[in-house]
């Protein structure tokens, strides 16, 4: 599992003292070769943390060595100085790592920071904390890097899909500001099939596209948000695109559904598919106007099928649609028909986590699904309590 | 106040039965003329209740006679028996007010519905209650009315604004499903100034666009919004356009307060304020972005001065800025500086209900005020429990 389960990364994941209640925080991923291709997707949103800024440019050259995320702080409107500081950090683990045998440059390190906006890190802290984590890093230590970079995750994440001599796996972390344009999330992917950049680029962004950029927990769209895809090479088998392909979406989907499943104070889980649009961007668009609504939300907490908040979002919508031809079925029960009421509405059993909304737009052949989840007090408790 | 402040109209609030707990439902407003004169405007959502559809007919002719309204039921989604409903609401008006000596049409008669989406109104109750409001009307009804047409609203909404011998007046209903393209509400407006339906209807449009339009409760759009405006020219006197529009603009923003500060389940009210905009619509967008943004919401819940959120959110926009430039203020005191750390935020006292967020976007000269509210675990228990 995790970013070590392909063949030629090693990690490390351990507590450099960033967060101040002792838990893990810092975490290094290094690409053992032979190939050190690499691609990354960002956050979409215009104010960008410092590491946003600085991994955009690394990736750029289509290498990457390794990969140093923490916890414990964004690095988020920092200004100068918060630029500083993510490139010092690039510098260090560029440094330890070319002592230790490995030659690497800063420009081949990526950097990812999540926790406060606002606040500039502890260097003195993190600094000390890479040589710490190069020490430890091992083929075993997936697992101690996903945990290294939870916020208010309940639990780490990570998946892992094995093709035929070669495999994808990967680690994420995020449980709120999920939104397009990608979830407030860190997701580290690696494998050891034998791929080059242009390629693991093209396989990365429709992998996204369909996954990470379809989850939708709040509307909220994070500064931070990261996703690489690192290839060593160390099968020696380059798989053709397809097969590849499949393989690192499998592994997206799987860490996405574990973002929804882990939302901050959630307590379900909304599948929203929407079929027969005229065009996937209408479908995708009327799938989040839909996981956006405040008042649906809140009535999917209550277990109430209220499908005319469905209707009340699509219609404010640019998609197209007949609101008289539209249907809305709530864990399989037609509660909305031609744009009124349909099948009784006491039928639907919403008692299970997952909840599936299926809107009918009754306009073309073209679907999407995007997932959500509902809006509850313990979101709000949780949101209004801690300063992130 | 309220609709029976200007001379020329007569109302009347009853309770009908439409509501299972015997509260008020039913409106009655009634132009005795001598002038007739009406505009409106209506809800941008593209699923439109029957009676949207059937009033937006009804001010195209640029006269109304009477407007009724009922809570208890927002017959939105209820098909062609909900349209004919509609329909028959305003034959049975027009026969009983023709009956009583006012000569009127039912194409002369606006309707608007307010409750539940997705059930037909009981019309054994509403059509007997027409007659009953009928021979209560009076030119001291006006309170009467503002209380018939509230659903979770905690009071009625009334406001007035007087001109040298003329005068504006209105009611106006709405406490969730407050966003753009006008909250959730009704609102009728009457004057006794003599002026003609285009003139109405430019004075509106001008009014609700910086008003009610800029109102952003929970970001959710209402099947059903309907704003009226009625002019019996009972004051014989015809005031300049520029005199009039701030007349009618003062009311509709008194109201529009009115409803962000009795929001469901708000604890603050939130005037977001962007200066220095390239354009009015960059100001708009971004002080939008700015009100929907739930994490943002938690926090001002929580008193926390959290800029880091007010910057995530003007990140999603298409405004023009730059992010090392943008300055944030909360209650005055410039927390973000230049894009990141600014002024002390333990300086923010957050302790009252209103908080101001001054977000400068130092491109341009433009500016625009947006309204909204916090997110609190009561606006959660208030819209997960009540079907609406």
């Not at 931070?224 to 020696?236: F, I, K």
């Not at 009784?344 to 008692?351: A, C, F, I, K, S």
Request: hydrophobic share 45%; charged share 20%; net charge negative.
């Amino acid at each position: 599992m995790s970013v070590t389960a392909a063949q030629g990364f090693t990690a490390a994941g351990i507590a450099a003292g960033i967060k101040a209640n002792g838990n893990p925080d810092l975490a290094l991923v290094v690409n053992t070769g032979p190939r050190r291709a690499a691609a990354g997707v960002f956050t979409s949103n215009r104010v960008k943390a410092a590491p946003v800024l600085w991994s955009e440019q690394v990736v750029k050259g289509g290498e990457i060595s390794a990969v140093v995320l923490n916890s414990g702080g964004a690095n988020a409107c920092t200004g100068p100085q918060g630029f500083q500081d993510t490139h010092a950090t690039a510098e260090k683990v560029a440094e330890v790592l070319s002592a230790a045998g490995t030659e690497t440059g800063a420009g081949e390190v990526a950097v990812a920071s999540t926790g406060l906006i606002g606040i500039l890190l502890p260097m003195d802290k993190l600094l000390p904390g890479i040589g710490t984590a190069a020490a430890e890093l091992s083929a075993h230590g997936g697992e101690k890097a996903a945990i290294a970079i939870k916020t208010t995750d309940s639990v780490h994440k990570t998946a892992v899909a094995e093709g035929t001599g070669w495999t994808v796996g990967g680690m994420a972390k995020g449980a709120g500001m999920l939104a397009p344009g990608l979830a407030t999330m860190l997701v580290v992917l690696t494998t050891d099939a034998d791929v080059e950049a242009s390629v693991l680029d093209r396989a990365l962004r429709d992998a996204t596209r369909q996954t990470f950029d379809r989850v939708d927990s709040d509307g909220c769209m994070s500064t931070n948000d990261t996703v690489l895809l690192l290839a060593s090479g160390a099968s020696h088998i380059t798989p053709g695109y397809d097969e590849f392909a499949a393989a690192v979406r499998t592994v997206c989907d799987d860490l996405a559904r574990q973002l929804i499943g882990d939302a901050e104070g959630a307590s379900k889980d909304i599948r929203i598919e929407v079929i027969n649009a005229a065009s996937e961007d209408d479908a995708v668009e009327v799938g989040r106007s839909i996981a956006r609504n405040n008042l649906l939300k809140c009535a999917l907490h209550g277990e109430d099928p209220n499908w005319g908040r469905v209707l009340s979002a699509i219609g404010t919508t640019k998609a197209a649609f007949d609101p008289d031809a539209l249907n809305v079925a709530i864990n399989g029960v037609w509660v909305c028909k031609k744009g009124s009421v349909g099948d009784d509405r006491d039928l639907v059993d919403m008692r299970y986590r997952e909840i599936r909304i299926t809107a009918d737009l009754a306009e073309g052949s073209e679907s999407a699904v995007i997932w959500a989840n509902d809006l509850t007090a313990d979101y709000v408790h949780e949101n209004s309590a801690y300063s992130s």
